[in-house]
């Protein structure tokens, strides 16, 4: 796998999940499929009176999620910035030319209500449950950044392989000191409970 | 419809979005499907190792965000609570007994770094684009409250019919002051951009 399959795979599923955090702290989300899609960079479609263009305008901060017909889930992390004024008609064109359901919900000239915003910089989650072990990688695009994720066993580990034993998905392998197979990680966190000599860590 | 028609809705979708805030404040989604639904409650499962399990520890805040078949959107905002302790082990049986495929994830006794949080309070807004005009109602599930959005025409109104003529969605309807039909509005705002005598609030 990796970031411009991803990418596909998110115009495939069509109707995706944009999260952000609402001016009052709450979680906010919504389903959007006016979408553009480039190579390198998803362009999207709101209206500028709705909540979710606020939140966009106030720090940009998205996550989009989505959950494929194969049961992969793709998880892209962004800063959504509005595009330039002077291309945002041509960007709307564009988005209502290749979906042509929008005109019937700003019908004539009232698309001229909504704003196009880029996403260009991700961090691209890809998650399949499907598969034994479940298996999960993170791409970038543009200067898109990884995070730090889940568990790591350090040195303290005494070899007692209590985490083999407890594994959920058996991605820990013996060594000095035990490794776990990042790939195959749940991020369940039962190592790290488990671990007699706390020598579990989460990454961060 | 109704709040049980939409908790009936979500169940058939199966997996759901859940969108969080996390500790730094960024927007955070994932799916899920381990979910036990009652006609006035959601429970579902996560592992306590994952950061939604801590986000959800944190505040509880989360919205739930489903698209029907029937291209409706049904959004739950509510406060995630852990079900009691004495509670944990027959909630997350029960999710496992009814959805198998769980044990391919969390085979064994493994399932026992799982958490089954409680949504009953709830807020649900229900959205459909694809009738016309499109459709929208919210409805509330325990101590769930409504919470004002969109858009109200005031005692400022002199009656130009501005607002009528450039109504996507065509729900402005005459009257002292002109009326916005809210089950048709799509917030979109043009109303309160073009209104020549700022008639148009947002409510809050």
């Given amino acids: 796998m990796d970031a411009q399959t991803c990418l596909k795979k998110l115009q495939c599923v069509g109707v995706l999940n944009f999260s952000t955090v609402g001016l009052d702290g709450t979680p906010q989300a919504r389903c959007i499929s006016a979408i553009h899609y480039t ?5 999207f479609f709101t209206a500028r009176g709705k909540e979710f263009c ?3 305008l106030h720090d940009g901060q998205v996550q989009i999620l989505a959950y494929t017909r194969y049961k992969e889930m793709i998880r892209v ?34 698309r001229e209500i909504g704003i196009v915003f880029v996403v260009r910089d991700m961090r ?6 499907g598969v034994k ?4 990688e993170t791409y970038t695009l543009g ?3 990884h995070t730090p994720k889940g568990y ?6 005494i ?15 013996p060594g000095t000191p035990y490794h776990i197979a990042q790939e195959h990680c749940l991020h369940c966190g039962n190592c790290f409970e488990q671990c007699p000599v706390q020598a579990v860590t989460k990454k961060t």
């Fill in 152 to 157: 790591e066993i350090t040195g303290e580990c």
């Fill in 77 to 110: 992390s962004a800063k959504a910035v509005p595009v330039p004024e002077a291309e945002q008609k041509r960007c709307i064109d564009l988005i209502f030319q290749e979906q042509p359901y929008l005109s019937n919900v700003y019908p004539g000239a009232t």
């Fill in 133 to 136: 072990p479940i298996f999960r």
């Fill in 39 to 43: 190579s390198d960079a998803l362009y």
């Fill in 124 to 129: 691209i989650e890809y998650f399949h449950l």
């Fill in 143 to 145: 200067k898109g950044k």
């Fill in 159 to 173: 070899g007692c392989g209590k985490c083999v034993q407890i594994c959920p998905q058996q991605c820990v392998a």
């Fill in 54 to 56: 606020r939140e966009l």
